[in-house]
């Protein structure tokens, strides 16, 4: 077990409405991602965090912004969510330091009406 | 242009028998691929990975092969379990810490 807990779990939110969505880990480790899951894409990175205050974009970084002001936590948010972005979100961490090997969260299923 | 593929979206196997599901990629920078386990609801789960070093790593039931020269990786499950039944998604990256590029998946259906 990874120690990564998402929140909420699921959102149903309007158009033009700003969205944020936590990740939350307990053991300290320093690379973590959000990415967005869609029916024939797989997942797809949008934002990465390699230490506090150190956060870079992904492949689909349009939209959303980061924050990561404490070790455990990386937020994610909807400036002012679009349908489009109606999708499964998973953040990651690497478990065992600088590796290949990421370890996701449960997921926060979001639906923007 | 997606740079991981795996060209089957879905896979039907009988209990007992060898699941095979392959993954096709472009970019020569990817030194590293992993496989992951996805069952409805929850988060993927790591199943197993590989070395662009090495042509084969085996765990248990789960045989990862790599062809680089193909630019082509397969996983073999054998013998196949129902609860095998899940989506996997083959995965790559080209260092350490780097992002993970995903293919779209393959549903795995394994019937009793």
């Known amino acids: 077990d990874a120690g990564i807990t998402q929140s909420p779990r699921h959102k149903v939110t309007e158009t033009g409405t700003p969205v944020t969505l936590r990740c939350h880990q307990t053991?300290?480790?320093?690379?973590m991602y959000w990415y967005r899951q869609d029916p024939g894409h797989g997942l797809r990175l949008i934002h990465y965090?390699?230490?506090?205050?150190?956060?870079d974009k992904g492949e689909v970084s349009d939209g959303y912004s980061v924050s990561r002001s404490k070790t455990e936590d990386f937020l994610l948010t909807l400036e002012s969510a679009t349908s489009s972005q109606t999708s499964v979100y998973f953040c990651a961490i690497n478990y065992r330091g600088l590796s290949y090997e990421q370890y996701f969260g449960p997921g926060t299923r979001l639906t923007v009406t | 242009d997606q740079q991981v593929k795996q060209n089957s979206p879905s896979l039907s196997v009988q209990e007992g028998r060898i699941s095979i599901l392959n993954c096709d990629y472009t970019n020569s920078m990817f030194d590293y691929f992993l496989w992951y386990k996805k069952y409805p609801a929850e988060g993927p789960t790591f199943l197993i990975s590989i070395s662009s070093i090495k042509d084969k790593n085996e765990d248990g039931r789960f045989t990862v092969f790599l062809n680089k020269s193909a630019k082509h990786l397969s996983l073999h499950i054998v013998p196949s379990q129902p609860g095998d039944s899940a989506v996997y998604f083959c995965?790559?990256?080209?260092?350490?810490?780097?992002?993970?590029?995903f293919g779209g998946g393959t549903r795995l259906m394994v019937k009793p």
């Open positions: 053991e300290n480790h320093r690379y």
């Open positions: 965090s390699y230490g506090v205050k150190d956060t």
């Open positions: 995965a790559a990256s080209a260092w350490a810490g780097n992002m993970l590029t």
